[in-house]
């Protein structure tokens, strides 16, 4: 689909390298000065068509084990130490909650580009926090591991503009930080500064690419300048909070309840949490937000700076993993602060009830108000079914204070909270069913791809060069074969199936219905 052919055309007419270097010189359909994403596309290319429907899975899977690496770690910076288990359901709840709050989910993660460009960077970024965090203890591989987090943080960079000037603004913060605080933080500080150089060269690279500057003078309106640039950067930022909450209020909830209740019943937690004081807390808790709301602002720039627009959906799943990496640890936070509040009974049983109450409300919101029972009700349709349906409100309530009145009457404190997080971990299988359904569509779609793409091959094997076929809708805003026949992804096509001409009309195939929430 789209850049796909293009790649796959442009990529096997060369050599390897010299595939890799022509995209970055000259212009092409795609961005070829993104030469981590042709890298990647090329390694793809060479090891064959295979490699396509085992990607998402493959992505995925880094991604939870690099999450799990860094969180096994993070008790080497001042973080807590969680074992195995909980390091593991951590890290797939922050991939899940990533994935599954990602506006237009299935363009970057099943589309091969989309992964590349905007969700392999996510991938790449936490095997770079891992060798940084191995790096300031491992005095004797500190130098190699400097290497890789030059290595790793060039590639990350190099993957699309936005990680990387998130990533370059993220190493600077962090680098920042560990020089003002204790000295017990100094060894990361020359780590860091490998990685921030190799940050900025992939900048630099992006930039200075022919075939980018090529792209600019036929293709966008004079850039923006640096004033413009921040200044509609912080507003796109508070933009993308605001819509958060009012169009992902269930989702986001829901982090604050995984990982505050998460917090609770942790016991390495609450000894990190108690050895700091309330003020220290709360600064904590306002630095996350800080350092969130920049690494958002860095993530709007680049379309800023290039369009003056808001970024494409595509885009924000950087931003959407910045929110959710925050959520997670202003809940934690909060969950501590909560700990150090319950030091008698009644407070604790008080609260037991009122998270029942919460919990309660949060699923029964979830199951009966979201569209087909299934996604969640942001704010407005909530608002709404609140209005029309006070009665089952209420209801919820009362069910709520049942359930906090036999969890406080029956069970001890630490088993209540297990109780509370168990039923949270209904609504990963809420996401995951949302997937489930769509998998038909989905096979039916591929194997009218597959069919439409045989009846090509047998009418060039026929001898036909001129080939009309029937379309396909488009998916998720890739764009389809169309009906003429110099369309850019009709002449990619055409030289990826070596034929003259080659158009898709109407009638379409199927009437493919949107699955982006």
């Known amino acids: 689909m789209q850049d796909d052919y293009c790649y796959s ?25 993104r030469f981590s994403l042709t890298l990647g596309l090329a390694l793809s290319e060479l090891a064959g068509r295979w490699t396509v429907p085992i990607l998402p899975g493959l992505a995925i899977l880094l991604f939870v084990a690099g999450l799990y690496g860094v969180i096994r770690r993070i008790h080497d910076v001042g973080g807590p130490t969680l074992n195995k288990i909980q390091a593991l359901l951590a890290a797939a709840a922050i991939a899940l909650f990533t994935i599954s709050t990602a506006p237009n989910w299935v363009q970057v993660i099943y589309w091969r ?6 969700f392999a960077p996510l991938v790449s970024g936490t095997y770079l926090a891992l060798v940084l965090l191995d790096a300031g203890k491992r005095r004797k591989w500190r130098r190699l591991l400097m290497v890789g987090a030059f290595a790793l943080a060039l590639l990350t960079g190099g993957f699309s503009e936005t990680a ?64 413009t640039t921040l200044a509609g950067a912080l507003y796109n930022a508070v933009y993308f909070y605001v819509y958060t909450a009012y169009r992902q209020t269930l989702p986001y909830l829901f982090v604050f309840l995984f990982f505050g209740l998460f917090a609770l019943l942790d016991k390495s937690l609450q000894q990190n949490i108690r ?17 969130a709301f920049l690494l958002t602002a860095a993530a709007m720039a680049p379309s800023q700076y290039v369009e003056s627009s808001y970024p494409g959906a595509r885009a924000l ?48 919101f979830w199951l009966t108000a979201g569209q087909n029972h ?29 359930l906090g009145g036999l969890l406080v009457w029956r069970v001890k404190n630490q088993v209540a909270l297990a109780i509370l997080f168990g039923i949270c971990l209904l609504e990963p299988l809420l996401v995951a069913n949302r997937v489930y359904i769509a998998l038909p569509a989905f096979r039916d779609r591929a194997v009218m791809w597959d069919q ?43 030289r990826y199936y070596g034929v003259k ?11 493919f219905k949107s699955l982006i929430p």
Not at 113 to 118: A, K, N, P, S, V
Not at 187 to 215: D, E, Q
Not at 330 to 352: C, E, F
Not at 382 to 401: A, C, Q, S
């Open 9 to 33: 055309v442009i990529l096997a007419n060369r050599s390897f390298w010299q595939g890799q270097i022509d995209s970055y010189l000259h212009e092409t359909t795609y961005a070829g000065n």
């Open 113 to 118: 580009t989309g992964m590349f460009t905007y």
């Open 164 to 227: 990387a000037v998130v990533q370059v603004t993220a190493l600077a913060l962090a680098l920042l930080i560990a020089s003002l605080t204790d000295k017990k933080y100094r060894p990361w500080l020359f780590p860091l500064g490998a990685a921030l150089a190799g940050g900025v060269l992939a900048i630099v690279l992006l930039l200075l690419s022919p075939a980018n500057a090529t792209r600019w003078a036929t293709s966008y309106s004079a850039p923006s300048d640096l004033r």
């Open 275 to 291: 050895l700091l004081s309330n003020k220290s807390l709360v600064l904590w808790m306002v630095i996350w937000l800080g350092v």
């Open 317 to 364: 799943i950087i931003p959407r993993f910045v929110s959710v990496v925050a959520g997670a640890a202003i809940s934690s936070l909060a969950g501590g602060l909560v700990g150090k509040w319950l030091n008698n009974q009644r407070r604790i049983r008080l609260t037991l009830i009122a998270a029942s109450v919460i919990v309660v409300l949060f699923l029964g």
């Open 374 to 402: 299934l996604t969640p009700p942001a704010y407005p349709d909530m608002r709404t079914y609140v209005h029309y349906h006070w009665v089952v409100i209420i209801g919820f309530v009362f069910f709520g204070l049942i």
């Open 452 to 494: 439409r793409e045989e009846q090509i091959l047998m009418a060039r094997a026929n001898g036909e060069q001129e080939i009309t076929v029937r379309a396909l809708d488009s998916l998720a805003g890739i764009a389809e074969l169309s009906d003429n026949s110099d369309y850019w992804v009709n002449n990619c096509a055409e």
């Open 501 to 511: 001409s080659l158009r898709a009309v109407e009638p379409v195939l199927n009437h």
